[in-house]
């Protein structure tokens, strides 16, 4: 499946792995695109040949998610991170609180940003179980005047992944879906705004992806800086100012691959067969491996796991990496280990990673 010049196992969690045939299409047309004489890089974002790219990205987005017209769909810069201060500087007025589930580092440092806009506080929490699973929202009654709901879709650090969505109703939901974005079929119109940078499961660095009820923006706070004004982005087609061109074409070919691959469901199948590998792997090795999520919270994207001991797990991860596998380390603030295994890691690299580990097991067990 990798062509000998791409042969890592790439289980890295972001950037992370790219489709193989994107890159190779980039790379035929890096120079020369459709017969322009110039790199995308190079071309004009006021551009006819810029735009295309730029309306057929979003446009397959619409197609793929199923995305209802009173939605508008942003690209925009400064990364998921970015977003988590601009979303209380654009939807959190001075009367109003917003409530976020902590279920992860990013949930935090989503709730840590609203400090200087307004008031927001824990909705709910799985911090004191070291965020193993997805914790239950209290009664709608106790969130109800709030002026949204934040949750992180996938916890890229701890390995647990929301199942189904919770209802809130008329109060706004907002996800970050930076690592689970397009890995499964999702109902957006039960969301009212999603982000999410794109160098996980839609390409490389430099782009967020925004998709937002147009209802939403119609509330926006006022007296906001013109470039964090999500509604400066939306009256412009995300061409106010120069997009990242470049991440925007990369971004719009995943997508291209998404649909030749089959569509989400096809996607979404494949992902659930990778993870069941590794999954399968750790249950099944009488406590060698040890997951770290609670079963019911799994992440199909994000697998944490630890070894016996500290030198065991040292001792895997130097292994692996000598065998080819790349960023199974777990994050540096938790330790362990991790395989993303986000919609472009090949089964067969989930076959591998499953093969490596049953082999150092038996060495070392
Ligand atoms: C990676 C990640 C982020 C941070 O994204 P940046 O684009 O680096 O700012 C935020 N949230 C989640 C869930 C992530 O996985």
């Known amino acids: ?17 790219i489709p193989l ?10 120079i020369n695109f459709q017969e322009s004489g110039m790199s995308v890089m190079e071309l004009s974002h006021r551009s006819d040949l810029y735009e295309t790219i730029h309306n057929n990205a979003i446009q397959r987005l619409k197609t793929l998610y199923n995305i209802p017209d009173n939605y508008t769909i942003l690209f925009l810069q400064g990364g998921a991170s970015t977003q988590f201060a601009t979303i ?39 911090k004191e179980d070291t965020y193993s699973y997805i914790p239950e929202l209290p009664a709608f009654e106790q969130f109800q005047n709030d002026a949204y709901v934040h949750l992180t879709s996938n916890n890229t650090i701890f390995g647990t992944q929301w199942q189904t969505f919770p209802e809130t109703k008329n109060v706004p939901l907002i996800a970050d879906m930076s690592s689970d974005i397009m890995s499964r079929t999702i109902d957006v119109s039960n969301f009212d705004f999603i982000y999410a940078g ?57 997508l291209n691959w998404i649909e030749d691959e089959g569509g989400l469901d096809a996607i979404a199948a494949r992902n659930e067969q ?31 796991f630890n070894l016996p001991s500290k030198a065991l797990e040292q001792a895997f991860l130097t292994e692996a990496k000598d065998n080819g596998f790349v960023g199974l380390n777990g994050h540096r603030s938790i330790g362990g280990c991790r395989a993303s295994c986000y919609n472009a890691v090949p089964v067969d690299t989930c076959i591998a990673l499953r093969d490596f580990m049953k082999s150092f097991q038996d060495k070392h067990s």
């Open 88 to 126: 209380p500087m654009n939807f959190l007025p001075a009367d109003k609180k917003a409530g976020y589930v902590l279920t992860g580092s990013w949930a935090e440092k989503a709730l840590k940003e609203t400090a200087p806009f307004g008031e927001a506080y824990e909705l709910a929490s799985s």
């Open 274 to 304: 990778k993870a069941q590998l590794i999954y399968d792997t750790i249950d099944h090795s009488k406590g060698f491996y040890k997951g770290h999520a609670a079963s019911e919270s799994r992440s199909l994207m994000n697998i944490t």
């Open 198 to 254: 794109a160098q996980k499961n839609l390409g490389p660095s430099g782009v967020t992806t925004v998709i937002v009820k147009n209802d939403l923006l119609e509330n926006n706070n006022t007296n906001i800086p013109t470039m964090f004004d999500y509604r400066t982005h939306a009256d412009k087609n995300s061409l106010f100012n120069t997009p990242p061109t470049f991440s925007i074409y990369i971004l719009g070919e995943v």
């Open 21 to 30: 045939p994107v890159l190779e299409k980039a790379q035929n047309e890096f």
């Open 1 to 17: 499946m990798n062509s000998p010049s791409h042969h890592a196992y790439n289980f890295n969690a972001g950037p992370a792995a």
